[in-house]
């Protein structure tokens, strides 16, 4: 299989990376008791790498309600406003995401912060635009699911077709990205390609090699499905395997990522046993395709680790060395014990992906993305 990281493809001294930088995202976010104060504790760590003195600040720019209705139903934007216990279950309210005070406000904040990140590549002002914050892949056009409350990754896909007409999304999320690929599964101006772990039980329970769409959308959703273990050279393998001959057939004028850290070994709700080092290669793989990126986060459930990650992804994308060692001066320096370091190293999980099976996959993904063109 494919070495994990391929030196030749990480983007060096690239100086235009927009960072969506706002506290009242981190104040929000931080309301999800999963992701607690993950988002604040990255910009930390960012600003303690001085990474941030690479990376181009935007604030966020406000969002309404409205804007919610270029995907969400009216129905759903309307309880998000007046959210009723009694329909709560029928809007996805109640097991995972809870119907919190000042719901509509949460879900607007959530959503400006990677529509902001959109504008900026819609704008000229940067040509990888990134939000952390991001990377709600499982909220429905009327549902709320596995901590997504609002989709803005199909809001922020909706906004960039204004002048990028063909949308490639790369979701590299543990958990398979259905609510995009629904979104978009009638389709050809948009391809989702997601890589996840399936097996029975582990949610969703979607994305089979053989869902690939329908209609016009038939083959333009193409889906990568691994056993529990995965590491980084299996991953790595399927996705510089299937990804060049997307970007091939497909011909996309700008790409979406999310790139959820559940994958990372030691995630609780994970499964697979990744270092940061195969999620950075992808991006690096991605970005050196020269279109708009449009980069986000996700799933991320061992927050230290988490954080680790986004910020060794930032430091390659702009050509940075990271230090051996969490800064000291780090406000949240004590969460990353016992070891103090910025290293993830793999785990002794068992891979249950064997070559044969992972062969047989890649086979019949790249024999569907040959229908295109």
Known sequence: ????????????????VGFISDRRLCQEISRIDKYSHRSLMLQTLLHHTNLTKGLKLFPLKPVSTDELLVFHSKDFVDFLSNPRPEVQEEFGFGYDCEAFDNLDEFCCTLAAGTLTAADLLLEDK????????????????????????????????????????????????????????????????????SIHKREAGFFPGTGAVDDVGFGRGKFFSV?????????????????????????????????????????????????????????????????????????????????????????????????????????????????????????????????ENTKEEVDKIIHTVISNLENIG
């Not at 709600?136 to 549902?143: F, G, Q, S, Y």
């Not at 978009?184 to 390609?193: E, G, L, N, Q, S």
């Not at 927050?303 to 680790?308: A, G, M, Q, S």
């Open 1 to 16: 299989m494919d070495s994990s990281v391929d030196e030749d493809l990480l983007v060096k001294g690239v100086r235009t």
């Open 223 to 351: 889906n990568i499905p691994l056993l529990h273990g995965a590491d980084d050279e299996t991953f790595c393998h399927v996705f510089n395997s299937v990804f060049p001959l997307a970007v091939q057939r497909f011909q996309p004028d700008a790409m979406v990522v999310q790139c959820g850290a559940d994958g990372l070994v030691g995630d609780p709700l994970g499964g697979f046993n990744l270092t940061p080092a195969s999620l950075s290669s992808c991006v690096q793989r991605i970005v050196s395709e020269d279109k708009p990126v449009l980069l986000l986060g996700g799933g991320g459930y061992n927050i230290p680790n988490t954080v680790r990650c986004w910020c060794r992804i930032t430091a390659d994308l702009l050509g940075c060395e990271l230090p051996t060692d969490i800064p000291d001066s780090d406000n949240f320096f004590l969460e990353y014990g016992p070891d103090y370091e910025f290293d993830v190293p793999r785990g002794r999980v068992k891979n």
């Open 126 to 193: 940067v040509t990888v635009a990134i939000n952390w914050s991001g990377g709600w892949h499982h909220a429905k056009r009327d549902e709320a699911a596995g901590f997504c409350y609002v989709n803005d990754i199909v809001l922020a896909v909706h906004r960039l077709q204004a002048r990028f007409k063909r949308i490639l999304y790369v979701d590299l999320d543990v958990h398979h990205g259905d609510g995009v690929e629904d979104a978009f599964a009638f389709t050809d101006k948009v391809m989702t390609v």
